[in-house]
């Protein structure tokens, strides 16, 4: 956002306040000044009137002119076009030093001598504004043969130029920035006077006819002119339309450039006379849309959609005759919801809709009166047509007391009032101390008692609150959430000495690649995503962790393990904690013991990296699309499942460019880690038992190890499959060997007790019918 000081100086009375002070001010509220510009016009150019003009012999370019300085009149050898007689122009006088670093001399022209150089405002420094000089007029105040032109205001200016913050639409223009400043340094706005209308002037109902429906989601504003003649754009205007960047060929939306930038009010120049045959009364229709937005239409034919763009047929050109002013606003979360609906956009129309612009509309439309209202040969019809919604404003209750306690400082309640009601905001007195405050219409970020002392901070000034010492005091922190902490941090030190990096990601992922992985998107959409990549709020950690493991491996990377713990969102957008864990490649890194050939990463070296982050776990078989079919399962705690494991699909890695990848993905909320209660071991030793045992082929081991623990034996420590064995002999069947472990708590134990325990797990085996090998 571009201002100069001149600029702010048509809305406030800045007198003789500096710019450095002024540079300060917006900083402390919450503008940032991004840089400060000297803008001036050097000395010894003055202002001249072209007397008279020549042709020169030896040149079919050059002209010689005849130019009164006031004190003097100097001949000057001129090559620009567009000088004529009768112009008044900035003279560059002997021994001015241009920006350019040139020095003004005496000289000779194709044998003709010139006393100086008629300026054009790129030679004086100044953005581009036409071709050939500079011609000068009384809209940059009263001129005066032979005076310095840097003692006009508009020649001898700064520009500063801001930054804002998204939420900080109403500062997107310069009346929105003095409005500020006029709180923060106690100084009094200056607006336009509500425009004069004219006598013995034809209404616009009689041209106009407005067909509104209703609820409406904007304010609008319609006034009509009437062009005898083309109309011109001021020295002025030219000047700050170019040091803005707006400054094109048709002069009426040049005007409406310069009254937007100025008031932040959106406007629109309507010739609907392309729409409609002579003498025949204009229609404007407004309809609202599937997504809330207005359609501005004549005739079944697009005028617009208020706020995202104008059909470019509608415009008005420099021969338009009758011209229809639109003045506009729409509310910022409409524009915010349509505008991605929408192929056809005006990107300088979108930025300041979509961030909020001034719903000020007779602001606007007097501001931009009082200029046409100047230009010769222009009727301005009387009267206007209106559309106007009556929106609830929130109201926020708010005591002194409570803005004191926040910012830490008590803050006079008059100093309170003051800086809210210079800032626009309505205030309701009621009894107790409390103050019934109502934001503003160009505020739509104020909602609550922080917003409130927010503003009153900004204007206060943060350097102004006292400072104070901290206050220890030690409170009981052993809550939930830091117990969350604790646990959550607990995990990632276990995968980083497992061998894992931990990845931070966005919360936010792509819906596209999410639904391909088999996740289905939440619910909520995400009316204005930052990318198109990042358009919704992630069901899945794993999404992130493929894309960065595809990335290391693009990267030659042969062992890539990585983990992230965060926040994902279930289809019902409630917010859940989740670990996720990748292993690509290799099972390790090459080195001596494995004679610099480290062998691929295989599911059992991956699930003891799993069991030595969470502790123990089961496996149970599971069904997952983004897994292979035959690497996969879901782990379960004391019974519950917790979330799952397995190779990743074949189709997915070659889609990834990945190697052979491992991924498991654990909800953190039902993994926490119960207190350990220590029990006392057994200072005997143990006795080892195997058996093996035909099974057949596809015979769940489920079904073996509950017959076995359904036994109750009190000696049998544990067990575990140990061996699988398959040939032609035992055809249709698998030997499997089971390794059992007994000890007693009390003694050593006697082979006979274990030969007895032996034969009630040979027996229970049989009743399933099964028979040792």
């Not at 700064?158 to 929105?176: A, K, Q």
Request: charge should be negative; hydrophobic fraction near 40%; glycine fraction near 6%.
């Amino acid at each position: 956002m571009i201002i100069t000081r001149s600029w702010l100086n048509d809305w406030l009375e800045l007198e003789d306040l500096g710019v450095q002070k002024l540079a300060k001010t917006l900083n402390s509220i919450g503008i940032e000044v991004d840089r400060v510009d000297a803008l001036k016009v050097p000395d010894k150019i003055v202002i001249g009137y072209v007397k008279d003009k020549i042709k020169h012999e030896n040149s079919d370019k050059l002209s010689i002119t005849q130019v009164d300085i006031g004190s003097e009149i100097l001949q000057i050898v001129c090559g620009a076009a567009n000088v004529d007689v009768g112009q008044f122009v900035a003279v560059a006088t002997k021994g001015a030093i241009m920006p350019n670093g040139m020095e003004i001399k005496e000289t000779k022209l194709r044998g003709v001598d010139s006393c100086g150089m008629l300026c054009s405002s790129t030679e004086l420094g100044f953005e581009k504004i036409n071709e050939g000089i500079m011609l000068l007029d009384d809209s940059i105040g009263k001129l005066e043969l032979g005076r310095a032109l840097n003692s006009y205001e508009i020649f001898n200016d700064t520009i500063i130029e801001v930054e804002l913050t998204p939420n900080r639409g109403d500062c997107l223009s310069v009346y929105g920035i003095a409005r500020d400043l006029a709180a923060a340094l106690n100084l009094n706005l200056k607006e336009p006077k509500p425009f004069k209308e004219g006598e013995n002037v034809l209404g616009i109902g009689r041209i106009l006819r407005l067909v509104a429906q209703k609820e409406l989601n904007g304010l609008y504003n319609y006034r009509a002119i009437e062009l005898k003649e083309p109309i011109q754009t001021s020295l002025l205007l030219q000047l700050r339309l170019a040091q803005i960047e707006s400054l094109g060929k048709n002069y009426v939306e040049n005007l409406l450039h310069y009254a937007t930038h100025s008031t932040g009010v959106l406007f629109n120049a309507y010739d609907l006379s392309v729409f409609s045959s002579e003498n025949e009364e204009f229609s404007i229709n407004l309809s609202k849309e599937a997504h809330g937005e207005t359609k501005v239409s004549c005739k079944d034919e697009l005028l617009s959609f208020s706020g995202i763009f104008q059909n470019n047929e509608s415009r008005c050109k420099n021969d338009s005759k009758i011209v229809i002013i639109e003045a506009n606003y729409t509310d910022p979360l409409v524009i915010a919801n349509a505008k991605i609906h929408h192929k056809n956009q005006d990107e300088k129309t979108l930025y300041r809709s979509f961030r909020g612009s001034e719903p000020k509309l007779n602001l606007g439309m007097d501001f931009l009166l009082s200029i046409f209202e100047q230009i010769p040969n222009l009727i301005i019809y009387s009267s206007s047509q209106q559309v106007l919604i009556n929106k609830e404003l929130p109201i926020i209750p708010v005591s002194i007391e409570s803005i004191s306690d926040i910012i830490g400082q008590n803050i006079n309640k008059d100093e309170v009032l003051k800086i809210l009601k210079k800032l626009g905001f309505e205030l309701i007195l009621s009894g107790e101390g409390l103050i019934n405050v109502k934001a503003p219409l160009h505020r739509p970020d104020i909602k609550n008692l922080a917003d409130i002392c927010e503003e009153v901070v900004r204007i206060i000034g943060i350097d102004n609150i006292a400072s104070k010492g901290l206050e220890f005091v030690e409170k009981n922190r052993l809550n939930s959430s830091y117990k969350n902490y604790i646990e959550f941090l607990n995990l990632r030190k276990k995968a980083v000495a497992s061998g894992y990096f931990e990845s931070l990601h966005y919360i936010l992922d792509n819906e596209e690649e999410l639904k391909k992985l088999g996740f289905c998107p939440v619910k909520l959409k995400l009316i204005n995503p930052i990318t198109a990549e990042l358009n919704t709020l992630r069901t899945t950690l794993l999404n992130h962790l493929l894309n960065a493991a595809s990335l290391n491996a693009k990267n030659s990377k042969k062992l890539i393990k990585l983990f992230e713990l965060g926040a994902v969102f279930n289809s019902n957008n409630e917010e859940l904690n989740r670990i996720a864990f990748i292993h690509c490649g290799l099972k390790e890194e090459a080195k001596i013991s494995n004679k610099a050939k480290p062998k691929s990463v295989q599911f059992y070296d991956f699930l003891l990296d799993i069991k030595n982050i969470i502790g123990a776990f089961k496996l149970k078989s599971s069904q997952h699309s983004i897994l292979s079919p035959y690497e996969q399962a879901d782990i379960y705690l004391a019974g519950v499942k917790v979330g799952f494991v397995g190779r990743l699909h074949l189709r997915i890695e070659n889609e990834r460019a990945l190697p052979k990848t491992y991924i498991c993905e654990l909800d953190l909320d039902l993994i926490k880690q119960d207190f350990k209660t220590a029990k006392t071991y057994s200072k005997f030793p143990a006795i080892a038992r195997d058996l093996s045992i035909l099974t057949p082929k596809g015979f769940e081991y489920s079904k073996i190890k509950n017959c076995i623990e359904e036994l109750n034996l009190e000696i049998l420590e544990n067990f575990r499959l140990v061996d699988i064995y398959s040939d032609a002999q035992l055809k249709e069947a698998y030997s499997i060997t089971i390794n059992f472990s007994f000890r007693d708590i009390n003694k050593t134990l006697e082979d006979s007790e274990v030969a007895e325990c032996i034969d009630k797990i040979i027996k229970s085996l049989k009743e399933l019918g099964l028979d040792l090998r």
